[in-house]
Nanobody, 123 residues
Framework: QVQLVESGGGLVQAGGSPRLSCAAS????????MAWFRQVPGKEREFVAA????????HYGDSVKGRFAISRDNAKNTVLLQMDSLKPEDTAVYYC????????????????WGQGTQVTVSS
C-alpha cells in the first residue's frame, strides 16, 4: 500500500525557515516525480515544487522560486521542502504528491497524495 505522510508544519514567524518532510512508503521512489502543492480555503491547489526521480531535476512555482528548495533521499524514500524567508501569504496546507513520469504543475496530474500539513506564518 502506497502512503505519503507529511510532517514539519506548524506556526512559524515571518522570515522563518521550517522544513517539511514527506515519508513515502510502498513505492519505488526513483520512478516517481515527487512534488509539493499548497492550498488555502476557496482556492485551487497551487504548485510549489517538484523533483524528478531519475535525474533529480527540480522545478518551482514562481511564488516560491529562490526561497524554497526541494530535495529527496531515494534510499530513505523521503522528500524534503526547505522553506526560507517565509511570508504570511505562504500560509496554507502543504501537500506531498507523487506521479510516475515527468514533472507537472497541475495537481490533477498527480495520483498519490498525503494528508497535508498546515503551515501558518505569522507577521
Amino acid at each position: 500500500q502506497v502512503q505519503l505522510v507529511e510532517s514539519g508544519g506548524g506556526l512559524v514567524q515571518a522570515g522563518g525557515s521550517p522544513r517539511l518532510s514527506c515519508a513515502a512508503s510502498g513505492l519505488n521512489s526513483d520512478r516517481y516525480t515527487m512534488a509539493w502543492f499548497r492550498q488555502v480555503p476557496g482556492k485551487e491547489r497551487e504548485f510549489v515544487a517538484a523533483i524528478l526521480g531519475d535525474s533529480g531535476a527540480t522545478h518551482y512555482g514562481d511564488s516560491v522560486k529562490g526561497r524554497f528548495a526541494i530535495s529527496r533521499d531515494n534510499a530513505k524514500n523521503t522528500v524534503l521542502l526547505q522553506m526560507d524567508s517565509l511570508k504570511p501569504e505562504d500560509t496554507a496546507v502543504y501537500y506531498c504528491a507523487g506521479r510516475i513520469g515527468s514533472a507537472a504543475i497541475i495537481w490533477l496530474a498527480y495520483d498519490l497524495w498525503g494528508q497535508g500539513t498546515q503551515v501558518t506564518v505569522s507577521s
